[in-house]
């Protein structure tokens, strides 16, 4: 048997009492530790953590702008915006891409353009940015995905504004186009500051007046206070700034001008510009062909781009703004008048006119276009017959630094300024020029010769000027020498207000000739439309008065001593049509420059065009071949503002009905 033990009832009762003193420091610990997490968290970090709570609980949501309209003077609508439904993708969010878009392609069609540009825009966007995969649902396969997204997370179907250009190719070297904002256009926002007002923003302007008036056609963005839930989910608006809509540009252009100018051309290349010499207001901007601007809105595919750049018609060139070409005789009324002003010859003076002109010192020729010449001739005459051995020496006997500095006063060789990107300079040659021009190669080639001048006197050699340049001296010219800067805006009109911000409306300066030499120069240009003039067949009958200058570019040297045969030539290198006019002559209203590419002598292409124009804006008259392939235009009985509210009415009802649940 065992021996009892006994317990010691003392220590066991001092252990419990230390155990429980032990964990009442512990609990004591755990609260005071506790205590400070309070205190870090509600105290000290107290605004921290509320911004960050406020953050979850609220969403910021751009409200995009309506982009601005673009009218003509008329207020009839050149650019545009309407709403449709867009089919976006937003990768993060998205399981399989590929068998989330093979999915998707039972529900809508995608065309392999549709997918080629899906690529694209990948490619360039970030993984969690929406990406279009399909532009312009109809409402039916907007219905269909909607219904079936329950089934596609990262799948969303939004009303977004859309571009349109109702004239297309008539107007796309004029208006332009928008196009998605890329990386490069980021980063320029991101210089000038103007990235916020770009959140959400998908377009930007990417060519003409889209490009050079975005600050005034963008508008500034808005946004929305969206309560949203744990799961990121809209709730409820909880505050709207609404956005401040993009400025109407309105326009001296009248685009019944610009169509008929439009279809007297046809299929032929070329360009015409058409100037209101009062104030410089552009009429017509027309460059043949022309391109489809809503081919870029989207994103263009390459194989259009690449057909659109290997086309030898080059479609993308604006030749009324970067087309230059030797003026051939229409610079010849210019010639006169530095010669006037340069006392090299008198009003009066009768010079021989032969049928070639010799350059002193050599056996060289260079022969007129009439081959027997016209005898002899005073200033005026050998502009009606436009003579080039009277011009050939005219030029030989000034020189080049005689000619230059009057030349220039007329805007030759230098940029208009008118408002449009990349216009091109031209080329008013001088020896400065020449040397510069050719400063990589030997002296003998640099150097200004005496010969170089005599070309030059009739408007071939170095001379090269845009139809514009040309459009703008001829206008300078029928102004008595006031000029004003070309330009397209005429106004800017708020959305809002509707109050306008005229443009351009002062003349620039005023060039120091003679009122007599111009009249002088005026009258001769009159006669060129009258019997005995190089263009008295389109002159027939005018029920206005008109003045104006053939000319024929060459495109390519014939040989010294060879005929020129325009069919045994190829169509691009038989010579350019020029024609340059003004009327009525007293007091003119509109002032133009045509050519006609290839088309030969200048009053067989290009004056007959003018005529026409003339005859539309000046009485009414359309060409019966051609009055029944003008579309109907009508002029807007609305205004701008008023325009551009109800189309932001109805673009806010269409977006507010398609995103009721906006995204975080």
Known sequence: MRPTRFKNAQAEESQLQLRLVVAYVFMILMFLVLAARFVWLQVIQHEHFSTLAQNNRITLVPILPNRGLILDRNGVVLAQNYSAYTLEVTPSKTGNLDQTVAALSQLVELTPRDLRRFKKFLAESKDFEPVPLKMKLSDEEAARVAAHAWRFPGIEVKARLFRDYPFREMTSHVVGYIGRINQKDKERLAEEGKSSNYRGADYIGKLGLEKVYEDDLHGTAGFEEVETDAGGRAVRSLRRTPPVHGNNL???LDIRLQELADKLFGQRRGALVAIDPRDGGVLAFVSKPGFDPSLFIDGIDSATWKALN???????????????????STFKPFMAMAALEAGAISQTEVRPAPGFFTLPGSSHRFRDSKPSGNGSANLARAVVVSSDTFFYKLAWEMGIDRIHPYLAQFGLGRKTGIDLDGEAIGV???????????AKYPENVRRWYPADVVSIGIGQGYNAYTPLQMANATAILANNGVVFKPHLVREVV???????RLIEPDPVRRLPFRDDNFAYVKRSMEGVLKPGGTAWRVGQNLPYTMAGKTGTAQVVQIRQGAKYNAAALAERHRDHSWFVAFAPVEKPVIAVAVIVENAGFGAAAAAPITRALFDYHLTGKVPADLAGQLRTIRTATVSASEASQAQAERAAAEQEGSDATPSP
Not at 429 to 434: C, H, L, Q, R, T
Not at 494 to 500: F, H, L, P, Q, V
């Open 250 to 252: 309105r326009l001296a």
């Open 310 to 328: 290997e086309d030898w018609e080059t479609p993308l060139v604006n030749r009324a703004l970067r087309g230059v070409y030797p003026p051939g």
């Open 428 to 438: 008013l040659p001088s020896k400065e020029w020449k040397a510069r021009r050719f």
């Open 494 to 500: 708020d959305a809002r207000s509707g109050k306008a």
